[in-house]
T-cell receptor
Framework: DTAVSQTPKYLVTQMGNDKSIKCEQN?????MYWYKQDSKKFLKIMFS???????INETVPNRFSPKSPDKAHLNLHINSLELGDSAVYFC???????????????FGNGTRLTVT | AQSVTQLGSHVSVSEGALVLLRCNYS??????LFWYVQYPNQGLQLLLK????ATLVKGINGFEAEFKKSETSFHLTKPSAHMSDAAEYFC???WGSGGLTFGKGTHLIIQP
């Protein structure tokens, strides 16, 4: 059973386009995240939602807009794609509310975005 | 701000040899620390986590890590490397809003 699933797995698009990545978790977790992994494997948090409410919004261009229709879903929409947006985007979820320090994150398998 | 530093972007060991991956943390309060593994083209999988209490933490796949407050370290070890251990390993620290800050990763290479 897939715990955190992302679609699509691969996304190739041209500069200037708008694209979305979808994420769903069936773990019953309250908190979901988007992380970006660059070409050097560095992972950086982008957003976090708890029960559909935005709680973390790191320094991310406002071309990136997360949407959480319910606590099991957290989608990422990207407008006016740029070459520098090429990366692997990971969705993750956590069982505990914010401030619960010892909660591990459960990750999806990632979406590899290539902007040409 | 809390952070972790992983020493060595690449570590190469022979199959059957000891694996040692280094992680040092920077935290003004007792940290919550994690090790994750990423196999090629996959997401991150939790290997083990440290909360307060026992200093030696056992994880999956024969890995363990020792928390040393005096050295602000949380190094990952495995007594005998297997070819299937080849992957990217990340140390991470938990912070206020429930997110994790990751180290830059260590690529583990297993020589036959």
């Amino acid at each position: 059973d897939t715990a955190v699933s992302q679609t699509p797995k691969y996304l190739v698009t041209q500069m200037g386009n708008d694209k979305s990545i979808k994420c769903e978790q069936n773990l019953g977790h309250d908190t979901m995240y988007w992380y970006k992994q660059d070409s050097k494997k560095f992972l950086k948090i982008m957003f976090s939602y708890n029960n559909k409410e935005l709680i973390i919004n790191e320094t991310v261009p406002n071309r990136f807009s997360p949407k959480s229709p319910d606590k099991a879903h957290l989608n990422l929409h990207i407008n006016s794609l740029e070459l520098g947006d090429s990366a692997v985007y990971f969705c993750a979820s956590s069982p505990r509310p914010p401030g619960s320090y010892n909660s591990p994150l459960h990750f999806g398998n990632g979406t590899r975005l290539t902007v040409t | 701000a809390q952070s972790v530093t992983q020493l060595g972007s690449h570590v190469s060991v022979s199959e059957g040899a000891l694996v040692l991956l280094r992680c040092n943390y920077s935290s003004s309060v007792p940290p919550y620390l994690f090790w994750y593994v990423q196999y090629p083209n996959q997401g991150l999988q939790l290997l083990l986590k440290y909360t307060t209490g026992a200093t030696l933490v056992k994880g999956i796949n024969g890995f363990e890590a020792e928390f040393k407050k005096s050295e602000t370290s949380f190094h990952l070890t495995k007594p005998s490397a297997h070819m299937s251990d080849a992957a990217e390993y990340f140390c991470a620290v938990s912070w206020g809003s429930g997110g994790l800050t990751f180290g830059k990763g260590t690529h583990l290479i297993i020589q036959p």
